[in-house]
């Protein structure tokens, strides 16, 4: 048990000071005949003065005396009124202090309490922090993966778009292709007719009608012109790819949308499948400082989705590209009148990966991309649609400075 | 440990128990019952609508024959849920331990609550639980809701501690309830103290001596 317990056994020398025993000693000493001493449970002097042979009452709080009154001209009777008295000061002393010697350790206790508890929460905070840290790592991970995903299928849809034009264009390569290779097989025919005249000149004209020259010449010279404009058209099919993949030009530069819309127009209606239509309604343009190859893809994803929405719808259609600019900006509208989107489809027509074609014909990417590279111009893009009637997807560009 | 001097040794005995099990009121009766040689008064601490706030102390004594001075000072806790710090501090440097359990039906929870906080409160305030002196006991055994004694000896059959009880209130089972701890406190102390070889005390002289009895008690 230390000096602080509450539940020592107290003695008078603690419960009262020099101050209190000053208080309390002449008052007491004049009721028993102007003799008394206070004592310690243990005889020492605390107050007064002690006659040797002096009688003495104790003062006892529990069980043993906690004090002794001592006086050697008082009466036992009175000397022991006087101990009754003072015991009971002594005992509500008593109870004071150990009451607040019992709140002082509770409140200790209380307090050991909140700091274990303190130290717990410190430690399951620690605890917490790690934990988040972590989750936070393994997040940044996932995104991370998430991302390089993102990129290859981007990349995928990019390789998907190019692999569906380079099929349209080797068609319409093809074409010329073939008949000019054609014309030029003719046309040594007839060179080897004129060969054939050489070893006959000595017939005459005979010869000359007889080989069928007038007809071969003729026809030679048609050749000629199919397979000059044979070669008209792949050389405009690769000059309108060189500037649809402005594979020469710096990325941003001011261009014209027009121009930009026509290639695209002139790119997807290559070929142009059967029952559908494009029309174009191209209003003049303030240049735009932009990334025409980016806004190219775009203008070709938007118009080939028309064009497959009119397919899709399996009656004749069109799809309309419109071009106008206000003092705010340019819009451009891309309308077809095909097979149109539920609101469902309408909901989620931005989101990443999400198609409506069977798995392997759309990579759900085309108007996710479209979306970015419009952003990526500060545009804005948005889809109005009505299922069974067409949809309608308008762009907007503000003016550039 | 008790504490000890050269003439004298000094147990703490508290008890503990749920609000309203009646722990003062088995001091109480302790003061009335018992006639040992040195009796102290109930000192109560400071009580609101006769709810310990602090705690009561009852002290108890009686001298050996080798002159030695044995006291017992009885403590009671608050009981009640929010002075847990103070009953902590009552209960800190215990020498043995009454835990006074609440008879009612309606009290289970409250009771397993309380010795649940007791057995806690002991390893906080660095008291060995396993093996300090308990008793048990079920006070208000007259209440008519009370949960029948077969049951709760049936339910306490594998606790160590010994199971008594009580009508506090008419001083029943109130003695048997000390003198069973004095028995637990007596084996658990007398070998280290001495108290048979240096003091001359037994156990019975030693229950004896707390309860105020001449010879062998009942």
């Known amino acids: 048990m230390s000096a602080a317990d509450f539940d020592r056994e107290w003695h008078l020398g603690e419960l009262f000071d020099a101050t209190m025993l000053a208080r309390v000693g002449p008052p007491l000493a004049e009721l028993l005949d102007g003799d008394l001493a206070i004592l310690d449970r243990n005889g020492e002097l605390l107050w007064g003065l002690a006659a040797p042979d002096a009688r003495r009452e104790a003062l006892v709080l529990e069980l043993e005396p906690a004090g002794f009154l001592a006086s050697s001209a008082a009466s036992q009777v009175r000397l022991h009124a006087a101990g009754r008295m003072f015991t009971a000061l002594l005992r509500a002393e008593a109870r004071y202090r150990m009451a607040s010697a019992l709140h002082l350790e509770a409140v200790t206790q209380d307090f050991e309490t909140l700091k274990l508890e303190h130290v717990r929460l410190l430690a399951s905070e620690a605890r917490y922090r790690k934990l988040s840290e972590e989750l936070e790592a393994r997040v940044k991970a996932q995104v991370a993966d998430l991302e390089a995903r993102q990129q290859m299928l981007y990349q995928a849809e990019k390789f998907a778009s190019v692999g569906q034009l380079a099929a349209g264009m080797a068609h319409e390569i093809n074409n010329p292709l073939g008949f000019v290779s054609s014309n030029l097989g003719t046309f040594k025919l007839y060179l080897d007719k004129f060969t054939a005249l050489r070893d006959r000149l000595a017939e005459g004209e005979a010869a000359w009608h007889n080989l069928d020259l007038d007809f071969v010449l003729e026809d030679g010279v048609d050749l000629l012109a199919d397979c000059s404009s044979g070669l008209g058209r792949i050389a405009r099919i690769v000059a309108d790819l060189k500037s649809f993949s402005h594979v020469d030009r710096p990325p941003e530069e001011r261009a014209d949308l027009n121009a930009c819309l026509q290639h695209a127009v002139s790119v997807a209606g290559n070929p142009l499948p059967a029952g559908v239509a494009l029309r174009t309604e191209l209003h003049p343009l303030p240049p735009l400082s932009c990334n025409p190859g980016h806004l190219n893809q775009v203008f070709f994803s938007l118009i080939r989705n028309g064009m497959q929405a009119i397919q899709d719808a399996g009656r004749p259609g069109a799809v309309c590209i419109d071009s106008a600019a206000d003092a705010s900006g340019i819009t451009i509208r891309i309308a077809d009148n095909g097979v149109g989107m539920s609101p469902a489809q309408l909901e989620r027509a931005f989101e990443p990966f999400y198609t409506t074609r069977s798995v392997g014909a759309g990579t759900g990417l085309g108007l996710s991309t479209a979306r970015n590279i419009v952003l990526a111009h500060h545009g804005r893009i948005a889809i109005d649609s009505t299922p069974g009637a067409g949809t309608t997807v308008s762009l907007f560009f503000p003016n550039t400075p | ?218």
């Open chain 2, 1 to 218: 440990m008790p504490d000890q001097d050269a003439t004298s040794l000094s147990f703490k005995l508290v008890y503990y128990g749920p609000a309203q099990s009646g722990k003062t009121t088995n001091l109480l009766r302790l003061h009335d019952l018992l006639s040992p040689e040195l009796k102290g008064e109930v000192m109560t601490m400071e009580t609101k609508d006769d709810r310990t706030l602090f705690f009561d102390l009852l002290p108890l004594g009686f001298r050996a024959p080798s002159g030695l001075l044995i006291k017992l000072r009885l403590f009671t806790v608050p009981g009640q849920v929010a002075h847990d710090g103070t009953r902590k501090a009552v209960l800190s440097r215990a020498d043995g331990i009454v835990f006074v359990a609440d008879s009612d039906s309606a009290q289970e929870t409250n009771n397993g609550e309380a010795f649940q906080s007791m057995a806690d409160n002991c390893h906080r305030v660095g008291l060995d639980f396993e093996h300090i002196p308990l008793v048990v006991q079920f006070n208000k055994r007259d209440l008519p809701s009370a949960v029948p004694e077969a049951e709760v000896r049936e339910r306490w059959e594998a606790a160590p501690w010994p199971l008594c009880f009580a009508v506090a209130l008419r001083g029943e089972g109130v003695a048997s309830t000390f003198e069973a701890l004095l028995r637990a406190l007596y084996r658990h102390h007398a070998e280290a103290l001495g108290l048979a070889r240096e003091h001359g005390i037994s156990e019975n002289a030693f229950v004896a001596g707390m309860l105020g009895q001449t010879g062998t008690p009942a």
